[in-house]
């Protein structure tokens, strides 16, 4: 891979003298990690290994395992008295990540139990397709190539496999290969008009190709489901650790579920109010399907409601000055590619990388799960808007946009979801309290969103406890959340290889929320709005508790 050129935080007064080691670590683990995995480098916008695929092997996971560990005892090693005000918390959260890195890879390995090709070639082709980074032309070549990468990659997937597999995951890798042909066919179209004969040639047979290994391979796993296992959760004792491990501003899993119980009896309750305001004629049940029923007529059209939703919400934002619009940001709105819908049932946001010239986001929304007649319902008017303002402005989009400039690589690779996902629905709430689509059939969907982000928080903790099955929690999120079968059971079979992640929305905002109302008590008549939320998006997608730090210590300087 070619050499390029990574940014480096100016060192706040006095500098250490240990300063530039510390980066140089830094550095070198992040080239390291880039040539690795040319895959994580497309995303982030380094095109230089466009061709190639992961290798997908075994031996490459562990020797990722050692090089991670390598890395933490270089960062171990630095004395912090040597290190800058600034570096030194660069080097705690360096710390933090790769120790988090090290739990899922040496504790929880999903990796080893779980076939993931399907996800790792959909990320490789995804992320060339659906950016426009280069000419078509030139991105076609590379995906040509990927593909042609693809039957090897598989076979290197298998040497994985020495744990005993996981039935629901295997059952979840088998789904998605059987969509993926969607994906290379659509790649396959593009071609027409736009290569050469000789190339158009050269990417139907690797479609082909690729599309015969994928059938092959999801074969196996079909052949090798009397061989799987049931068991998926993480066990109490490895959850209570990994809690530990996110930095949740000192709270542990008791707490956390206490909190979940407490939201959800909280917005159900607004949800009651919002009813009773929209018409306080009939019951609740009545209001919350007439809200539902209120959707466009195609998924075509709602596509478009969503940009019209994502872009009267900037329009506000920079209207009421509520936080700074970073220069130059763009996104777009798709239909969730076919092979994600099984554990995308609503939508989702692709942020922009970070080292392409001219960066932009992508929100994706799904049409449906299993092709479901009532998948419209979810795309009500109301909960359209309530989705536009979590995934876009001020959410997602603004502030990963925003993120993706701080110069620091060790907060490109954090792992923060409670304040990314926290941010999202502090945004919902935030943009209500601002004016924005305020009226009640719009809380209805926020509080209705914030139901069922609350019983994330109870499912995570209790499923990975062993407490809950997958069918009862299926069960839970329809009973309190109303969602259609589909989507609530696509909802869980994601919370099973993804712990503490579903709860970190909710959990996030109340965060959030505490640390808004700690900001304005300290600063009283001085505190705004504004600058709160610049200071924030200015700092990068840091786990919250590492927020809090940063404030705290501009607060000591008097600031």
């Known amino acids: 891979m070619a050499e390029f050129l990574l940014p480096r935080p100016v060192s706040k007064a006095p500098a250490g003298p240990l300063d530039d080691q510390f980066w140089g670590i830094v550095e070198s683990h992040f080239r390291s990690l880039v040539e690795q995995h040319p895959i994580l480098a497309t995303y982030i916008g380094i095109h230089d290994a466009d061709d190639r695929l992961d290798d997908a092997t075994r031996d490459a996971v562990e020797q990722e395992i050692a090089d991670w560990h390598r890395e933490e005892q270089e960062l171990q090693a630095l004395d912090p008295a040597g290190l800058s005000e600034s570096v030194r918390?660069?080097?705690?959260?360096?710390?933090?990540?790769?120790?988090?890195?090290?739990?899922?890879?040496?504790?929880?390995?999903?990796?080893?139990?779980?076939?993931?090709?399907?996800?790792?070639?959909?990320?490789?082709?995804f992320s060339i397709f659906a950016r426009d980074y280069a000419p078509l032309a030139d991105r076609l070549a590379s995906l040509t190539s990927r593909m042609e990468a693809i039957p090897a990659a598989l076979e290197q997937h298998?040497?994985?496999?020495?744990?005993?597999?996981?039935?629901?995951?295997?059952?979840?890798?088998?789904?998605?290969?059987?969509?993926?042909?969607?994906?290379?066919?659509?790649?396959k179209a593009a071609g027409l008009g736009v290569?050469?004969?000789?190339?158009?040639?050269?990417?139907?047979?690797?479609v082909e190709t690729a599309t015969a290994s994928i059938t092959a391979y999801i074969e196996t796993l079909k052949a090798g489901m009397g061989k799987t296992v049931e068991p998926w959760a993480l066990g109490s004792e490895n959850y209570d650790r990994l809690v530990g491990l996110r930095a949740f501003d000192g709270l542990d899993a008791a707490q956390i579920l206490e909190i979940g119980h407490e939201q959800l009896a909280l917005n159900k309750a607004a949800r009651v109010e919002d009813a009773r305001r929209i018409d306080p004629g009939v019951d609740e049940a009545t209001v919350v399907d007439r809200v539902k029923s209120n959707h466009p007529a195609t998924f075509e059209v709602a596509l478009e409601a969503y940009k019209d939703a994502m872009n009267r919400a900037r329009a506000h934002i920079i209207e009421h000055d509520i936080v700074t619009m970073p220069p130059g940001e763009q996104i777009s709105v798709i239909a969730t590619p076919e092979y994600l819908r099984?554990?995308?049932?609503?939508?989702?946001?692709?942020?922009?990388?970070?080292?392409?010239?001219?960066?932009?986001?992508?929100?994706?929304?799904?049409?449906?799960?299993g092709d479901d007649p009532n998948a419209m319902r979810e795309h009500n008017y109301a909960s359209i808007s309530n989705t536009s303002v979590h995934e876009a402005y001020p959410g997602h989009h603004l502030q990963l946009s925003a993120a993706t400039r701080h110069p620091s690589l060790v907060r490109l690779l954090v792992d923060a979801p409670e304040f990314v996902e926290g941010w999202g629905m502090y945004s919902e709430q935030m943009m209500r309290e601002q004016g924005f689509d305020a009226g009640p059939e719009f809380l209805l969907a926020m509080h209705t969103d914030a139901i069922w982000r609350a019983c994330r928080i109870i499912l995570d903790v209790r499923m990975h406890r062993g407490e809950v099955t997958v069918d009862e929690a299926t069960a839970f999120l329809i009973e309190h959340t109303g969602f259609e079968h589909a989507n609530a059971q696509a909802e869980v079979f994601r919370y099973t290889y993804t712990p503490t992640y579903q709860l970190s929305y909710l959990l996030g905002k109340v965060l959030l929320l505490q640390l808004r109302a700690d900001e304005q008590r300290r600063l009283g008549d001085r505190f705004s709005l504004k600058d709160?939320?610049?200071?924030?998006?200015?700092?990068?997608?840091?786990?919250?508790?590492?927020?809090?730090?940063l404030l705290a210590a501009e607060a000591a300087k008097g600031n």
């Open 158 to 187: 298998r040497s994985r496999a020495t744990a005993p597999q996981v039935e629901l995951w295997q059952k979840l890798e088998i789904e998605s290969g059987e969509q993926m042909p969607f994906l290379l066919n659509e790649i």
């Open 195 to 206: 290569l050469d004969g000789r190339a158009q040639t050269r990417l139907g047979k690797a």
């Open 342 to 369: 099984t554990v995308i049932p609503f939508a989702a946001y692709f942020e922009p990388p970070k080292f392409d010239k001219h960066p932009a986001g992508i929100y994706i929304v799904t049409p449906s799960v």
């Open 89 to 125: 918390m660069e080097r705690e959260l360096a710390l933090h990540n790769v120790r988090r890195v090290l739990f899922d890879t040496e504790v929880h390995r999903v990796w080893e139990r779980r076939s993931t090709a399907m996800d790792q070639v959909g990320d490789a082709l």
């Open 532 to 549: 709160f939320h610049d200071t924030l998006m200015r700092n990068g997608s840091l786990p919250i508790s590492f927020h809090r730090r």
